[in-house]
Each structure stands twice: as C-alpha cells, then as structure tokens.
Nanobody, 121 residues
Framework: QVHLVESGGGLVQAGGSLRLSCVASGGALSSYTVGWFRQAPGKEREFVSAETRSAVYYGDSVKGRFTISRDNAKNTIYLQMNSLKPEDTALYYC????????????????WGQGTQVTVSS
C-alpha cells in the first residue's frame, strides 16, 4: 500500500554522523509501524530500529547511537546515526507495515530500495 524512497547514504569516517531519510507515498505513515533494517554482504538482514504509535525499539548494536523519528506532515521517517563504527557498514532499508513482527524482516510488506552506508576505519 505504501511506496518508500530512501536517501542519505554515503561514505563517512569512524566517529562521524549520517542522517537517512525515507519518503512515503500512497499511504500515511501515521497509520503504520515504521522501521529500519540493514544488511552486509553475505549476512542476514538485521533489525536496526522501529517506531509504532506507542513505542520505539532499537537493536542492541545501535542503542544509544542511532535515533529513529518521523515527520507526519512530510510523510517521512529518519534515522540519525551518530558515533558510526566500521561494523555499521551495510545497505540500509526503510520499511513500513500495519502490524509486522517487528524484529523479523520477513514479516514486513513495504520496503525502500536501500541506501549504502560505508564507514571507514
């Protein structure tokens, strides 16, 4: 029901910051659970963060460094990434769904195209 377009990836040095954006069309994000996942080459897609109407969730590896937020007026979700580490290097995807199993990427219906984040050491 909702189409997602991501942007904001790039190459940064360890310790730096990056902000990812995801613009939705075809549906109001206020009605959805939204989230971010990432995937490194040869590895399973990993949960990063999600936001429902009542709660916010973070993976252990990013807690305290990443922040998810949304701007309903712009129908956009964001991922602010601070204190980046080389192990954060991955293709980052935004996602949206009415009632997903939050930590299981296979249960989410709508996905962005992915944006590459590379952190140099």
């Amino acid at each position: 029901q909702v189409h997602l377009v991501e942007s904001g990836g790039g190459l940064v040095q360890a310790g730096g910051s990056l902000r990812l954006s995801c613009v939705a069309s075809g549906g109001a994000l206020s009605s959805y659970t939204v989230g971010w996942f990432r995937q490194a080459p040869g590895k399973e897609r990993e949960f990063v963060s999600a936001e429902t109407r009542s709660a916010v969730y973070y993976g252990d590896s990013v807690k305290g460094r990443f922040t998810i937020s949304r701007d309903n007026a712009k129908n956009t979700i964001y991922l602010q990434m601070n204190s980046l580490k080389p192990e954060d290097t991955a293709l980052y995807y935004c996602a949206a769904d009415i009632g997903p199993v939050i930590f299981d990427y296979r249960s989410w219906v709508s996905w962005g195209q992915g944006t590459q984040v590379t952190v140099s050491s």
